[in-house]
Every structure is written in C-alpha cells, then in structure tokens.
C-alpha cells in the first residue's frame, strides 16, 4: 500500500478576511495530507461506504473502473466496466448510485450486487454524460449533466442541466438550465440549500434555496475559484463548503468567506469525508488518492 506522507501548507488567499484560528477549527495546522495510492488515470467521486470495516469507492475514469481503498487492505478494482463512472454517492438503503458518462445515466448498485439503470432520459431524450451527485433526506437525487462525456457526440436534451429525480414516484424535473458547465453539487446540512459547481467559464459555485417540494428558486454567487474551476464539492456537519481548486481544497463558511485552503500535491477532482469518526477528507486528484484528518466531520450526503 502506498502511504506517501506530506507537510500541510495553509494557503490564506484573502487575509483580509480569512483568519487562521477559522481555519485552524476545521483542520489541524500540523496535519498531514497522505497520499493513499498512485499511478491511476483520472481519479474522480470519493465515497465512504461504512459497512465492512468501513472502505471507499471512488473512479478512475479514463481506466473505466472503480476502486476500492481500505486502511487494512489497500487499493483494488471495484468493478470493471463502469462505463466511465464518475460521480458516487450512496443511499439511505446504501446502495451506490453513479453517474455514468458513457452510459449516460444514473446507475444503482444493490446491495446484492445487482447493477441496474435509475433513470436515464428526460422525456424520451437521453441525458448527456451525468458528472455528479447527491441525495436528499427525503430521498430525492439532485444530479447535474454537463457534456463532458459526450466526446463530439450530439446533445439530444440540448443543454448543461441540473436535474432532480425522486425515485419514489419516478419522477424528473429540471431544476436549472443556466449553467455553462454544472459539475460538483452539495446540500447543506438542513437541506435547505443546494450548491452547485460551474467548472465552465463562470469558474463559482451557486447557491439555491430549497422548497419543500425540492423546486430551487434565488440563485446567486456563493463563491468563485481563481485557481482553474471549481469541481467536486462537499458541506461538514456545521455547513461549511469544501470545494475542489486547482490548487488544493478551498473551505468557506456558510456566508461564502474564505476560510484556507488545503494544498495537495495533485489538482484536486473531487472529495469526501469519510473514516470511522467522519473526519477523514478523501481527495482524489489526479493520478492519486490522497486524505488527511480534519477536526470537523463531514456529512454522510
């Protein structure tokens, strides 16, 4: 197993406004960011799953696998054939759902190994390349579908979209058709807010306000990314946002303030918080999966 340690760098790009004893609450300034495993393509979509001694899942996309990492045992393959999965998240029931790029559609794995579709078209028309994901406590899944994966083919649905699917009754909605290339996408620990990453030439993360019925209404600028474009992002127990740069992981609190950034080694995909306790942040980027240990725990969607 690789285990390839590295000296936390606290990067404060606005001091105006961010203060170390802010950030120092979330992460330990003598922390570490380890790096886990090596030598894969285009890692993408951390996800904690915590049955079996606890394990992660995460893609590598170009590789079209997915893998799996545990502190006892090390990385192996998942699943091969994953029809370049990106995002991952799991359910109430712990099923994995994944965005699929090449299936160009949002897949569940059951807990017995049965792999099957989800949804996969809005009114007959199939989706572009679902990039990721994330679950609502009432079960509703916020998806967002840019065109990354489509690789020339055309758009049938004709736009970058943020959907919502409610697996209970199977129906699908469009949440937000304005975005140039939607990509990470979190919810708040109340659910009463939903961010969503625009990688494209915006480069900021959006927030909405969430109705009760899951419709979205007061977009606005949470935050924008300098470094690159904003990408995989996740919320902590107490609603901070922890977002992918190309230049490490960027946290803010609520108001959108930057709080620090942790470097790493690699540009950040993606993140998840994960471990026995919550409080290990898994980063995957690049050709590697790194982690280091935070003093905050993360949500479980």
Not at 126 to 132: K, R, V
Not at 191 to 209: E, N, Q
Not at 247 to 263: A, E, N, W
Request: hydrophobic content about 40%.
């Amino acid at each position: 197993m690789i285990q390839t340690t590295f000296v936390l760098f606290l990067c404060f790009l606005c001091p105006f406004s961010a203060k170390a004893d802010d950030f120092a609450l979330c992460v330990d300034p003598a922390a570490t960011v380890r790096k886990l495993a090596g030598d894969m393509k285009f890692t993408e979509g951390p996800v904690w799953v915590p049955r079996d001694g606890g394990y992660l899942i995460f893609s590598d996309i170009p590789a079209d696998e997915l893998k799996r990492w545990s502190e006892k045992d090390g990385l192996a393959t998942f699943r091969k054939q994953g029809h370049n999965t990106n995002g991952n998240i799991l359910d109430a029931e712990g099923r994995l759902i994944s965005c699929e790029h090449s299936g160009r559609r949002l897949s569940i794995l059951d807990t017995d190994g049965t792999l099957r579709t989800l949804v996969d078209r809005f009114v007959g028309k199939a989706f572009n390349s679902p990039n990721d994901v994330v679950i609502a406590r009432d079960g509703a899944v916020y998806f967002t579908d840019p065109d990354y994966g489509l690789r020339g083919q055309p758009s049938e649905i004709g736009g970058n979209w943020v959907f919502r699917f409610d697996p209970k009754n199977q129906s699908l909605r469009v949440l937000a058709k304005d975005f140039d290339k939607p990509n990470g996408i979190a919810l708040s620990p109340d659910g009463k807010r939903l961010y969503v990453a625009d990688s494209g030439k915006p480069k900021h993360i959006r927030v909405f306000d969430v109705a009760a019925d899951g419709s979205i209404s007061n977009g606005r600028v949470f935050c924008t990314i300098d470094k690159d474009a904003p990408d995989g992002i996740r919320c902590d127990a107490d609603g901070r946002v922890w977002s992918s740069a190309g230049d490490g992981v960027r946290i803010f609190d609520p108001s959108g303030k930057l709080l620090g950034t942790i470097q790493v080694p690699e540009s950040p995909a993606n993140l998840c918080f994960g471990g026995a306790d919550g409080k290990t942040l898994f980063i995957t980027a690049r050709t590697s999966l790194y982690a280091i240990e935070v003093r905050v725990k993360g949500l479980t969607f």
